[in-house]
């Protein structure tokens, strides 16, 4: 599953609208001259429809410099004393703050759009809404909101991985060794 950006052209301007989108290879089944089938791939994917997540709105060009140090201090021990919860919500509050949101008792508002971290909705006051936190990924919506917090444990190498994919499709850039911080806790609530 990915998020796909469409531009909506409308009488007041140009829009961009997200949707989710999974994609699907496939295979076609030729005949031969000998009568033999073979199997030959596509170029191309199937592209299936999931859903619509909401308007885009992007804020990776405004970006202000807080720095990573003098927000979180040492990482290590920010980590070792919170629990996994608390440290996905600092992490995307930091980048919130970075992009211009103020927070207002645990509700970050830019102008009319609102992102609350205790429900997992990003909403600009009446429908939902898709914030573009980077240049290439960093789509912080609800879905996404949502896939990063059911992440509680890494027991394998793939869900290292992962959870490396969903911080990043949320706009979360970390150094390796605050990851390896990071997935170091995770293993430890494994066990």
């Known amino acids: 599953m990915f998020i796909r950006v469409k531009k909506v052209k409308k009488?007041?301007?140009?829009?961009?609208?997200?949707?989710?989108?999974?994609?699907?290879?496939?295979?076609?089944?030729?005949?031969?001259?000998?009568?033999?089938?073979k199997f030959v791939k596509f170029e191309n994917s199937?592209?299936?429809?999931?859903?619509?997540?909401?308007r885009v709105y992007r804020f990776h060009d405004s970006k202000k410099e807080i720095g990573f140090e003098n927000y979180f201090g040492?990482?290590?021990?920010?980590?070792?004393?919170n629990n996994i919860e608390d440290i996905y919500k600092k992490l995307i509050s930091y980048e919130l703050l970075c992009s211009d949101f103020k927070d207002v008792s645990g509700i970050f508002i830019n102008k009319n759009l609102h992102v609350d971290l205790n429900r997992f909705v990003v909403h600009d006051g009446s429908k939902d809404v898709v914030i573009k936190?980077?240049?290439?990924?960093?789509?912080?919506?609800?879905?996404?909101?949502?896939?990063l917090f059911q992440i509680k444990k890494i027991e394998s190498k793939y869900e290292g991985v992962y959870l490396l994919k969903k911080l990043k499709s949320i706009g979360i850039q970390l150094n390796p060794d605050n990851f390896y911080i990071l997935a170091n806790k995770l293993i430890k609530n494994n066990g």
Not at 11 to 37: N, P, Q
Not at 74 to 81: A, L, S
């Open 46 to 54: 199937i592209h299936k429809y999931g859903g619509f997540l909401g």
């Open 133 to 147: 936190m980077k240049d290439f990924s960093g789509y912080l919506c609800s879905l996404t909101l949502e896939n």
């Open 11 to 37: 009488k007041s301007g140009i829009y961009e609208y997200a949707h989710l989108v999974s994609g699907v290879w496939r295979r076609k089944r030729l005949k031969t001259f000998d009568d033999k089938r």
């Open 74 to 81: 040492n990482f290590r021990e920010f980590v070792e004393k």
